[in-house]
């Protein structure tokens, strides 16, 4: 009987947030990970055949849940009004692909514990969502956050 090797497959990955003050110093730093959602996994698959594949992820979004992210989560559990935003840049190099939003100025403000990548401006599926420790961005800090999903 021959031997047969075993694979498992699984998506992880992990965002790096960086919060300015209006001068550019740095307030906060952090590395966090996260969880790719069942809706994320679906995608996934999805995007393997080539018709009938559901739109890119293209938006980020931050909320000011502490809820733990579940597998069955569909959306951010408190998104903040307005903090849905456009991806800078989507880079796809060996197994990973690294999504990469801003949040100027006035956009995605208050004490921030969750976000999430989406393929829509306004509803559609989410990829994956995370919690973390409270981030204070104020009406005039600007954040980037970078967030990289591996396939393994």
């Known amino acids: 009987m021959p031997n047969i090797k075993e694979e498992i497959t699984g998506a992880t990955g992990e965002l790096q947030i960086l919060v300015k003050d209006a001068d550019g110093n740095v307030k906060t730093e952090m590395t966090v990970p996260n969880l790719v959602v069942n809706t994320g996994l679906n995608f996934i698959s999805a995007r393997m055949k080539e018709t009938g594949r559901p739109n890119e992820m293209s938006h980020m979004e931050v909320g000011t849940s502490t809820t733990a992210a579940a597998a069955g989560d569909t959306t951010l559990a408190a998104a903040v009004s307005g903090s849905r935003v456009a ?37 559609g599926t989410m990829l994956c969502r995370t919690v973390f420790s409270v981030i204070n961005k104020a009406a005039d800090d600007s954040m980037t956050i970078t967030w990289t999903i591996t396939i393994s």
């Open 87 to 123: 991806l800078d840049s989507t880079t796809v190099s060996t197994n990973t692909v690294q999504y990469v939003a801003s949040f100027p100025a006035g956009t995605g403000t208050g004490a921030l514990t969750e976000a999430g990548i989406f393929n829509a401006s306004s509803s």
